[in-house]
């Protein structure tokens, strides 16, 4: 397997999902929530139906199968369709070979387990080690939710791209580690960053910033909002489910004033994003043109390979099923609706197929 790789083709998209953090609860908080939820009233419709997807977003509702057998049989389907990235490695490695291999990463659920508070979401050390023999070999980038600076604090690899904030902050690698943490000279940095589509959003992202904090991480125990530059999580993984409602109005409340804002869900977890046309797919497009990898329909001499665990991630499955070569691999324990061609269960299969590439490439 050369520089290099496999074929697209499940089903339409709709899910994936992810994220964390853990505050104490308080036995008060069910009623203090309903105080919240009555001063923000924006319709049991819209209400309801955030709350349903909400709940979609927890094993504990989404995983309960209707009949005994039920589960197993949903499972052994959809790993018909979408088969272990590890199991079928051969076919891949084989799809690959002759082509120039790009390897494309989300972090949090890929490199690292779902933890409960996202500032200790760390990388282990056999996994950067996987990271890094791969970066030796193939071109490879980090594309995650987080802000660029934090997620390459956990990473600490200077040979990667970093495409952060929903691969709205892309940067390319750098000699000095140091400028990622902004160490280095100001004209350094501006030259290193190839690609903020949302930059004049970032004042009015600071100050709905802001405006979370007080309203709804300081307002509803357990909450937590994450500030990642062009994008901002309100993590409710440990906001008691009596809380959900209140805590998604108070989101909207904040939002109603800045139309230039969306707001979309994870697992467990909500995600304010400027209105603009990016995702992790055009992010994808555009770090491949930056390889000199353009996306022509009929180019077919480059194998990227995108592994992810995340709903946001399904946009970069789609521009490969679109391309019609290359390999998008979801990172999951459980069915979900997906345009990855395959699957691996969590970050310590992702780290056993890290290092086969690498051995595939050695071999070849």
Request: glycine share 8%; aromatic share 8%.
């Amino acid at each position: 397997m050369t520089k290099h790789g496999v074929v697209i083709g499940p089903e339409d998209v709709a899910a994936a999902r992810h994220f964390s953090f853990p505050p104490p609860r308080t036995a008060a908080g069910g009623e203090s929530c309903r105080k919240l939820a009555a001063q923000v009233d924006l319709g049991p419709a819209v209400v309801g139906s955030w709350l349903d997807s909400m709940k979609a977003s927890s094993p504990r509702h989404r995983l309960m199968a209707p009949v005994p057998g039920a589960a197993d049989a949903e499972h052994d389907d959809w790993m018909e369709r979408h088969p272990s990235a590890l199991d079928r490695f051969d076919a891949l490695a084989a799809a690959a070979k002759g082509k120039q291999v790009a390897v494309f990463l989300d972090y949090d659920g890929t490199l690292s387990p779902i933890v409960e508070d996202p500032d200790r979401a760390v990388m282990t050390d056999e996994m950067r080690d996987a990271v890094r023999g791969v970066a030796a070999r193939f071109p490879t980038a980090i594309v995650s939710g987080r802000c660029r600076d934090k997620v390459f604090s956990f990473v600490r690899l200077a040979e990667l791209y970093y495409a952060g904030s929903h691969g709205m902050d892309i940067r390319g690698p750098t000699a000095d580690a140091n400028h990622h943490h902004g160490n280095g000279k100001a004209e350094a940095e501006a030259e290193a960053v190839l690609c903020q589509p949302a930059s004049e959003f970032l004042p009015v992202m600071q100050e709905v910033y802001a405006a979370l904090v007080a309203k709804v991480e300081r307002a509803i125990p357990g909450a937590k909002v994450e500030d990642n530059k062009f994008c901002l999580s309100v993590h409710f993984r440990c906001v008691e489910e009596a809380c959900w409602a209140a805590l998604f109005e108070q989101v909207r409340a904040v939002l109603r004033d800045h139309p230039g804002l969306r707001l979309t869900q994870g697992r467990k977890v909500l995600e304010v994003r400027p209105m603009i046309r990016w995702d992790k797919g055009k992010a994808l497009e555009f770090l491949l043109h930056a390889l000199g990898f353009a996306a022509d329909a009929d180019r077919d001499d480059v194998f990227p390979i995108y592994v992810g665990d995340d709903r946001t991630d399904e946009d970069a499955f789609r521009v490969l099923r679109a391309r019609g070569h290359g390999a998008g691999i979801l990172v999951s324990r459980f069915p979900k609706d997906t345009s990855a061609s395959f699957t691996l269960r969590d970050p310590a299969e992702v780290k056993e197929f890290l290092r086969k590439l690498v051995g595939a490439n050695d071999d070849s």
